[in-house]
């Protein structure tokens, strides 16, 4: 592990790493246990991972923890993952505040359980003074559920007349998104553990050149040495953003 830290190099750590936390059920699966002790599990993980990009410097953490088609799972799921969910961040509150961590979220907060967002939003107001690591949680989120959202409030500034239709541009939609107040709105680096290879409609927007990492572990056996080899990984690809080879060995923009 050591190795692996010094190894990274410090001047091109991710600012923005974003996680499709995956496998849960499956890990849970292969030990004869309730999908839901997977989930529980799945928080250590969450844990260790918030620890070890606090340490190495990453600026945003997004965690793709509930998704809006994951209400379509059978409610006894549902329900234990929310519990849980709310359980656990009021738990790891004052070990957030420890290590700086602020909490943010991207979603339909208003279609949380109540109790749920009442211990999210004690957790929001307990590290809204932190200024390391934002921790940013994705929950009843979907990439077109934001860019639904966004569409929907410069819709209402055009009828508003506060902008014209001539104004949409990239930038502006960009603005309207719910990761437009993050330290930086586009992951450079999005990970997929458990295997697949798709997106699962998760930050569609934001993504259009991060670069990709999928392993086939489960999240809850996803380890800081993991977490470290893909931060590796990342390090030596060149993020070429359209352009040719050349050209960005010119200008120095591969970061
Ligand atoms: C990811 O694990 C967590 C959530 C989607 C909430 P899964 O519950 O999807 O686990 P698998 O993919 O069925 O193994
Ligand atoms: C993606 O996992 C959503 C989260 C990790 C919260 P899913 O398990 O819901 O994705 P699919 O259904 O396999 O695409
Ligand atoms: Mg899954």
């Known amino acids: 592990m050591e190795k692996l830290i010094e190894s990274i190099d410090r001047n091109r750590i991710p600012a923005h ?21 997977g989930h529980v599990e799945g928080v250590n993980t969450v844990r260790r991972i918030t620890e070890i990009a606090s340490e190495i410097g990453v ?33 790891e509150t004052p070990d957030l505040i420890r290590n700086n961590v602020r909490l943010r979220m991207i979603g339909d907060f208003g279609r949380m359980p109540e109790d749920a967002r009442k211990r999210l939003q004690g957790c929001f107001d307990a590290t809204s003074h932190c200024t390391g690591l934002v921790l ?34 990239g930038n ?33 927007w934001e ?24 931060i590796l990984n990342y390090q030596k690809r060149e993020r070429r953003f359209g352009k040719t080879s050349e050209q960005i060995a010119a200008d120095g923009t591969n970061k």
Not at 17 to 37: F, H
Not at 142 to 165: H, N, Q, Y
Not at 207 to 228: M, Q
């Open 172 to 204: 502006l939609l960009a603005s309207r998104l719910s990761t437009a107040s993050l330290p930086q709105q586009d992951p450079d680096l999005l990970i997929r553990t458990g295997g697949d290879l798709r997106v699962s409609n998760f930050l569609l």
């Open 136 to 169: 940013n949680l994705a929950l009843s989120y979907s990439g077109r559920w934001d860019i639904v959202e966004a569409a929907r409030l410069l819709a209402a500034d055009a009828a508003k007349g506060t902008i014209a239709p001539d104004d949409i541009d």
């Open 207 to 230: 993504i259009a050149y991060s670069e990709i990492e999928v392993t086939d572990k489960y999240w809850p056996d996803f380890s800081k040495e993991d977490f470290l080899q893909a």
């Open 17 to 37: 790493v974003a996680i499709i936390m995956d496998g849960n059920g499956r890990w849970a699966k292969s030990r004869g246990l309730d999908r839901s002790e």
């Open 59 to 91: 600026g945003c953490l997004t965690l793709y923890a509930f998704s809006t088609e994951n209400w379509n799972r059978p409610q006894a799921e549902v329900d234990a993952l929310m519990h849980l969910i709310g359980i656990a961040i009021e738990r």
